[in-house]
């Protein structure tokens, strides 16, 4: 168990200091669902992405295919929750499978290769143009993580989220649209927690290890613009040493 800790807390260190000196990644949010024979094209392009550096590829399994032949064991009510939120925030009247969001901002047909690689850099292009780049500050303490964020004066009212999320799941499917297939989910998320408000002060928050599952392979911290508006900073962290 020591031996694990202080790999956990080696890699995040790395990840910590490398994340300070690059470039924001762009954050990619992908809502699917393994009861939705349209999504298995899109899953597996999100898969591609989340080889990147400079991408947070995060799958969101929804729930409300659920009562279509198939439950989704990935599925989360919060993954619901969060498409429902990010349509009201851009006025949309629908929601569907596969959606991609990207940096908050942008919404894509996810199996859309086009336009998911135009979205992307698009949003590159504008991460580069803030006028402030604001370096998340992770440090482990024991089990726990301590989040350290700069003062950002004008970065207006926003909020932190946690994100944990899993390296990759294999399911065969035996009902539902996708009935005989054998699905691979990259970056599934697990879980997603609100940390709570930022409105640009100099802060530091004690993030527990009861904040994400104990399962998790990764964690991302997005600071999200309220209301579910654009992404201003994030940052992705291993938890688990690579077999």
Known sequence: MRFMSVILSLTLLVFSQNA???????????????????????????????????????????????????KDPLGLKAATLRQRAYAKSMHSRQIFTPQ??????????????????????????????????????LRPDGGDLILNLPASPGVGAASIWLVAFDDRHVTDIPRGENSGRTLVDIHAVRAITNLGPWRGASASQRIPSSSWPPSSDN?????????????????????????
């Not at 086009?114 to 292009?125: N, P």
Request: net charge negative.
């Open 20 to 70: 300070i000196a690059a470039e924001r990644p762009v954050v990619i949010e992908l809502f699917t669902s393994q009861g939705c024979s349209s999504c298995p094209p899109a899953d597996r392009l999100l898969g591609e992405l989340a080889e990147r550096d400079d991408l947070i590829a995060l799958a969101y399994h929804i729930d409300y295919w659920d009562y279509i032949g198939w």
């Open 100 to 137: 991609l969001i990207v940096d908050g901002t942008v919404l894509v047909v996810g199996s859309d290769e086009g336009a998911v690689t135009a979205a992307i850099k698009e949003a590159q292009r504008a991460a580069r143009n803030q006028p402030q780049a604001i370096a998340i500050g």
């Open 219 to 243: 964690i991302a911290i997005l600071v999200q613009a309220d209301g579910h508006g654009a992404i201003v900073a994030a940052q992705k962290l291993r938890l688990r040493a690579i077999p």
